[in-house]
């Protein structure tokens, strides 16, 4: 009864771990039935015994650096799953149904770097969902692919805000907030006008959801007199800086992480839902 | 009067639209030029959305075998791209694939996918056996990514060529990507292959009229303005699903 062995017994398989092992019939099949069980039972035993990891901010950037430069993944691959993961927890956090005010507005804040990038994706997801988003996107990189994602908003007719609305106006108008101001790369003191964004954000009433880390937080330390937000969108795993958060959702998204990467750095995910690209953690 | 039992009542006023090549062409080139979408952006929406598509038309409880193999074959352009991609999602989703990518795209662009396909340490085939058996034996089905809709199909060369023979014998099912390879695509093949499943992406193509499998749409990404513009009544996808079954 020739099966998965035989194949694997011929030598036709020829993986990234080196040719030279599957030369042999009997041991190629129990390594390459290795190849796949391993990673399920390893992901079982981890999310039974241990929580998932929460990363600082070399460790994160390292990961980062590793998925661009050894997985070859490219920036506005992951972007892309990223933003729809952020449109996704939103939408379950904040379903269309539940919201108070019509037409379904939602304001979106893009900052200077990838947070912004993230955000911008968001936005368009959450259109095709049936909100209204609308942008602030006061500092654009020059980068090709940030300016690729705000044409494509824009010819979602996703309207670009010019200036920051007042906390009032802003709890008048939108259901929620969208903060992908800053992400994990931040450090030191916040340029404007984000200050000014981030204190009007302090006002306001309607929910707040940040990705990645609720901007103005120290990646690691939190922050106790910055945002508060609703939600919390961690991106690949939760950075330190999630433990001090208090809202009410913390979803986990970026459903791309390599087993082979989320074992060297013992992320121990948990296993998301199904093809689902969100997992609530609280 | 004549009312056939497969009649449906339409859900719509306005049909579904089918494209033709050209429109495919037209729509795509729109997409990257005008509206600034980036080739790998689209073919991770696409090979992500596929891999939905076969998750709801075998989840891993239905599959018969002992593992959840499946086999994806990869042409040399676009189509097989999406299909490498497709191959690392059902991996995050728990499914065994095996690629076969006999000839690789050149383009780095399309490399890139294949370094994330073996980095997730997914196996690669270096043959295609033709003993069909064997293919029967170790995966519960083949995913078909060999050809797309910028093919001309009265060209298929070999290997391809010969692997559709090979595909046709296959006794597993077949599920198509955009379009069953081989096809012309604004015509069902006579003796094409036949696949159980095809999954149109963005929109079904003219071929896939009166496809008699199940027949799913997947990537929800089009501009609103393309879709008016085309007038492609596509369905409503429900809630934040990016699949519809046709």
């Known amino acids: 009864m020739l099966g998965v062995r035989a194949l694997f017994g ?12 599957l030369t042999h019939t009997g041991a190629c099949a129990r390594i390459a039935s290795n190849i796949y069980s391993k990673d399920l039972t390893h992901r079982q035993v981890c999310t039974m015994a241990n929580t998932i990891k929460y990363l600082g901010q070399e460790e994160a950037q390292h990961i980062d650096e590793e998925l661009f430069n050894e997985y070859s993944f ?30 379904p507005r939602v304001l979106v804040i893009c900052g200077p770097g990838n947070n912004g990038g993230d955000g911008l994706v968001c936005a368009r997801h959450l259109k095709l969902f049936g909100y209204e988003p ?38 008048e108008v939108y259901n929620f907030v969208v903060d992908a101001i800053f992400g994990f790369s931040f450090k030191g003191a916040v340029r404007e006008p984000f200050g000014d964004i981030l204190s009007q954000l302090k006002k306001i009433s309607v929910p707040v959801a940040s990705v990645d880390i609720p901007s103005g937080w120290d990646v690691e330390n939190g922050c106790p007199d910055g945002i508060q937000p609703d939600m919390l969108i961690s991106l690949t795993a939760p950075k330190k800086a999630a433990h001090h958060f208090k809202g009410r959702y913390h979803f986990l998204g970026g459903r791309f992480v390599p087993p082979a990467l989320e074992q060297k750095y013992q992320l121990n995910l948990p296993q998301y839902p199904g093809t689902d690209c969100v997992y609530q953690l609280n | ?27 795509e080139t729109e997409l990257l030029r005008d509206y600034r979408f980036g080739q790998q952006q689209l073919i991770e929406i696409w090979g992500h959305a596929c891999a939905i598509a076969i998750t709801k038309a075998f989840p891993l409880s239905s599959l018969s075998k002992k593992q959840p193999t499946l086999l994806v074959v990869c042409g040399p352009e676009q189509n097989g791209s999406i299909g490498l991609v497709c191959a690392r999602h059902l991996r995050m989703f728990e499914y065994e694939p095996t690629i076969f990518y006999p000839k690789r795209s050149p383009q780095s662009l399309h490399q890139d996918f294949t370094v994330q396909c073996e980095k997730m340490d997914i196996p690669f085939l270096s043959y295609l056996p033709t003993e069909v058996q064997l293919l029967n034996d170790a995966y519960n089905l083949v995913i078909d990514a060999i050809l797309g809709p910028e093919t001309d199909h009265k060209e298929v060369k070999e290997p391809y060529a010969g692997m559709l023979v090979t595909l046709k014998q296959v006794k597993i099912p077949i599920v198509s990507v955009d379009v069953p390879s081989g096809w012309d695509v604004d015509e069902p093949a006579k003796d094409g292959i036949n696949p159980e499943v095809l999954i149109s992406l963005t929109a079904p193509k003219k071929c896939a009229t009166g496809f008699s499998g199940k027949h799913f749409l997947a990537g929800r990404f089009l501009p609103y303005d393309i879709q008016k513009k085309y007038e492609l009544n596509l369905p409503e996808f429900p809630g934040t699903e990016c699949v519809i079954e046709l």
């Open chain 1, 10 to 21: 011929i030598g036709l398989l020829v993986t990234s771990r080196g040719g030279s092992v």
């Open chain 1, 74 to 103: 490219s920036v506005d691959q992951l972007m892309e799953l990223a933003g729809l993961s952020c449109a996704t927890a939103v939408s379950k956090g904040y379903p269309l149904q539940s919201l108070l005010k019509s037409p």
């Open chain 1, 134 to 171: 609308s942008v602030l996107y006061p500092k654009r990189p020059s980068k090709q692919l940030f300016q690729n994602l705000t044409t494509q908003c824009e010819k979602m007719d996703i309207s670009f805000l010019t200036e920051m609305p007042e906390a009032d106006v802003i709890d």
């Open chain 2, 1 to 27: 009067m004549n009312h056939s039992s497969n009649e449906k009542e339409p859900e719509t006023i306005e049909p579904l639209r089918y494209l033709s090549k050209s429109e495919v062409a037209t729509v």
